[in-house]
């Protein structure tokens, strides 16, 4: 979607007034090209909304609240559903609780592995499937008017587009800023996500969901693995016969 440069060049003004685009692009880190082009493009992405929200002190969430695309991502639910939670939690960290608890006699405590140590290459994709209703892209292709087809190439991309993300969100009824973590904009305490609710969500899994959740992220890391080597195959080949 993208924002007005119009009204960010409005939201700009109030968050720092009197700071030239030169001032502004040093203290975020922006290119000035990059904000020049947006600028006469008349969109600005979300993502420098948000760089420029931390800069200046502002919560991103809130920042963007202040368009009107994103007005209502302060409104209904904040606190992410316990499948959101574990979503967003890497196949590494899910094997680890698995072995600490193996290799351990009293019951597993609420603290575990240290989620911020490890990526999570599928987590846009988690956690659509984790809020999805059962019918989630057919609904969001109508409201969005995004081909099915073309939701799902940005999902095995690992990528979703931030309108899409939170129109999702509105769709199944969950926390409008959570598709904003999921796609990795904002972080989860940006997103006023609990601290430690994910190692708690995770914690509170019993052995066996531990064992069958393992079990479905490393078939789909597996089926990623496979068709990335067929892909470095074809390649191989095609040089080979170009010479």
């Known amino acids: 979607m993208a924002l007005p440069a119009r ?11 009197g700071e030239s685009n030169a001032a502004l692009c040093r203290r975020t880190g922006i290119k000035r090209s990059t904000l020049a082009q947006q600028i006469v493009r008349g969109k600005v992405s979300e993502i420098t909304v948000v760089r420029v929200a931390r800069a200046y002190g502002k ?11 994103y007005a209502d991502l302060l409104s209904g639910p904040w606190r992410p559903t316990t499948a959101e939670l574990i979503s967003q939690v890497s ?3 899910i094997l680890k609780m698995i072995l600490a608890r193996a290799t351990q006699e009293g019951p597993a405590g609420p603290e575990g592995p240290d989620l911020a140590g490890f990526g999570h290459g599928n987590a846009i994709r988690s956690w659509f499937e984790a809020v999805d209703p059962g019918d989630l ?5 109508a409201k969005s008017g995004v081909a099915p ?4 190439a940005q999902l095995s991309a690992g990528r979703l587009a931030p309108e899409l993300a939170v129109e999702a969100a509105r769709i199944a009824g969950v926390s409008l800023p959570g598709g904003l973590v999921a796609i990795g ?4 305490d940006e997103a006023g ?18 064992v069958l959740l393992a079990r479905d992220r490393l078939d789909y890391l597996g089926k990623m693995m496979k ?8 390649e191989l080949t095609l040089l080979e016969n170009l010479g």
Request: charged letters at 20%; proline letters at 6%.
């Open 149 to 152: 087809q073309n939701i799902s």
């Open 7 to 17: 009204s960010f060049q409005s939201w700009r003004a109030a968050v720092a007034p």
């Open 59 to 69: 919560n991103p969430v809130e920042a963007l609240s202040d368009f009107e695309e």
């Open 91 to 93: 196949y590494v960290c």
């Open 137 to 141: 892209r057919q609904r969001l292709s």
């Open 185 to 188: 904009l904002v972080t989860p």
């Open 227 to 234: 068709k990335l080597e067929h892909d470095n195959e074809n």
């Open 193 to 210: 996500w609990p601290q430690g609710g994910q190692e708690q969500a995770l914690a509170s899994l019993s052995d066996s969901e531990l």
